[in-house]
């Protein structure tokens, strides 16, 4: 199957430093790669919808000058916490899209997660 | 009021039980509706994807869907311990290709 992955898995940082943090399609490509966070007990919230070789789309009340996005190829995206708080604290999922699939959202395939931690 | 509503649980069963799992939503707009399984500190898990009205089955999974009602529910049956995990109901196709998640159920199995 589809396998996603994420790195780091966790990390633990200093208020006030960027974190990069990588989402990377296995074994296939894709074209769309959308970024969640997710709080203690609470769902999954979309930030940002990432295309290969454009613009990451940011949802309402996301700040896309502290959570840049970038997705340089169609098997890796990148989200950099830029000065980062200790609010900035959660769990940050990715998920991709494989190429070519129809406009159905049953080809999107989730990350491991990555846990951020803020001092 | 959220577009898809879903009991948080926790819900609590005996091994072997039956488990019923549900979201309602208000948008008539969704088209797909899927369930995710995520265990503690991982990644949600696809398991179930339906398009249309009616039920969907696989293994001890069904999905049912009700789009009159704007109603989904997963079951669960012959429930297993290492089925306790949250499960959260998404729907798509209301805009774009952004999924709209429920808030999750956690269930756990106990022997």
């Known amino acids: 199957g589809a396998v996603v992955s994420q790195h780091p898995s966790w990390v633990i940082c200093k208020s006030g430093t960027s974190v990069k943090i990588e989402c990377r399609s296995l074994?296939?490509?894709?074209?769309?790669m959308f970024w969640y966070r997710q709080f203690p007990k609470q769902s999954l919230m979309l930030m940002a919808t990432s295309n290969e070789g454009s613009k990451a789309t940011y949802e309402q009340g996301v700040e896309k000058d502290k959570f840049l996005i970038n997705h340089a190829s169609l098997t890796l995206s990148t989200l950099t916490v830029t000065s980062a708080h200790p609010e900035d604290s959660s769990f940050y999922i990715c998920?991709?899209?494989?190429?070519?699939?129809?406009?159905?959202?049953?080809?999107?395939?989730f990350g491991p997660g990555t846990r951020l931690t803020v001092l | 009021q959220k577009e898809v509503e879903q009991d948080p649980g926790p819900l609590s069963v005996p091994e072997g039980a039956i488990v019923s799992l549900n979201c309602t939503y208000s948008n008539s707009a969704f088209q797909y509706f899927m369930w995710y399984r995520q265990y503690s500190r991982k990644g949600p898990e696809l398991l179930m994807y339906?398009?249309?009205?009616g039920n969907k089955e696989d293994g001890r999974f069904t999905a049912q869907v009700d789009k009159s009602s704007k109603y989904i529910s997963l079951f669960i049956r012959d429930s297993q311990p290492s089925d306790s995990a949250t499960y959260l109901c998404a729907m798509g196709g209301g805009g774009g290709n952004k999924l709209t998640f429920g808030t999750g159920t956690q269930l756990k199995v106990e022997l």
């Open positions: 339906t398009y249309s009205s």
């Open positions: 074994d296939f490509q894709a074209t769309t």
């Open positions: 998920s991709a899209r494989a190429a070519g699939g129809r406009d159905l959202l049953d080809t999107q395939y």
